[in-house]
């Protein structure tokens, strides 16, 4: 009879007092086995760990110290040598787990040729609750099946097939929200990076590391260095494009950036990042057509299945908010109002396009206010009341007095009216026959003034 796998979780920690009880929380009843490696706490981070593992029934723990030496992967394996289960699993002190409890059965029914499991790491959200840092890490492995490498955003090293699980039945999910880039991980990468030159994952980091902190001009040297390696898998390749290009942008060198836009294309071609990056670039230079065109193509090809760290709203948002600032550019603004809504859905409060948004409204109310009295201007003149559709024209609402409709079709019709009236005045620039006076003729209100005047020509005629 075959025996039931066993489960272990390998933490590393360090002055995590506040963050571990949520993640203990999550794990409880999970886990045959669970080891913590403090790194150098100052706070209760062992001693709360220690209160809830004494409660767990039938779960083995075991706490020890490494001394830190700016290698995320030296101490992530040193955790794992500590294990004793068949199947070895790991997670932050800040991490919680969703589906916990269903990770014994994933491992009793995995396939031979498994070697791991895959699970979604949902990482930062926004203020509004979006998920903006999402990827997928090797978390659940058979024990001898992997090997840490690097020295910060260490990997496991998987030697046999992995499989993707469902996130619906199981996940990590990152407690805390995105922060400020790190002092610790650019120190280690610059370390690193002294050791290892030619390391094109390193390079990829300390470009990310810059450009978080605004230093684009060093930033794009560590990506030009990264894309002239010739290394990374094609995925990786096409998102250190988008990175390049978005670095680009922060300079001011769209054109550059639709260049490496275009480069990237020809790495992988469907890659949604790329069309991303042509469709802001292209609304900086203001080819807002072209813009338009490409953050299409990003609505319609969607969030790539992919390894590497993406933000879901550059699938979403990001395409939403250039393409109605493009139609709302180009007039259609109807169109820019619908797709600000779906944005502004997805992100409430977003200031520019909030703004923007408010103007395409105040524009169509504008636009809709103009067309109204125009239409109806014009029908009275088609029934031959020119001076009641300049009446009319004249009682716009003073959002759309200057209207370009409005103004144009008020020209018009004092153009047909005017001669109109330039010869009933020369009829009556003397008495009558009728003894209609200057005085007289001056005291009739216009209209009226009109019908006498077209009354009696009328009537001369019969």
Known sequence: MTALPTIGLALIVKDEEESLP????????????????????????????????????????KVARFTWVDDFAAARAHADSLLTTTW?????????????????????????????????????HDQHGNLICNLRRERLVRRGHGEWAGRVHEAQLVNGASQLVDPGVARWVHAKRAHEPSDRNLRILNSWHEADPENSRVLMYL???????????????????????????????AQVHRKYACSLLALGRAQDAVETALAALMVIPHWPDSYLTLAEACYHLGEYEKAAAWARDVLRLGMPDSLLILNPLDYTFSPRIILAGALGTLGDIEQAITVGDEALALVPGHPDLQAAHLQWRRKRKTDQ?????????????????????LALLDAVPHYAADHPDVVELRSLIRERVRPLLTDAAAHYESDTEDGMTDEFAASLPRAEFLRRGLTEQLGEAA
């Open 22 to 61: 949520t993640l203990l929380l999550s794990i409880a009843g999970a886990f045959d086995q669970v080891v913590l490696v403090d790194t150098g706490s100052t706070d209760r981070t062992v001693e709360v760990f220690q209160e809830w593992a004494c409660k767990q029934t039938g779960m083995i723990y």
């Open 88 to 124: 070895t699993c790991w997670a932050d002190a800040d991490d919680r787990l969703e589906g916990a409890g269903n990770l014994r059965q994933i491992a009793a029914q995995a396939p031979d040729e498994v070697a791991a499991f895959v699970f979604d790491y949902a990482y930062a």
């Open 207 to 237: 470009g990310v590391e810059e450009a978080a902190r605004g230093n684009h001009e060093v930033a794009v040297r560590y990506y030009e260095r990264y894309l002239s390696l010739l290394t990374g898998w094609d995925e990786e390749r």
């Open 369 to 389: 206010t103009a067309a109204t009295f125009c239409g109806s201007a014009r029908l009275l003149v088609s029934h031959d009341e020119p001076l009641k559709a």
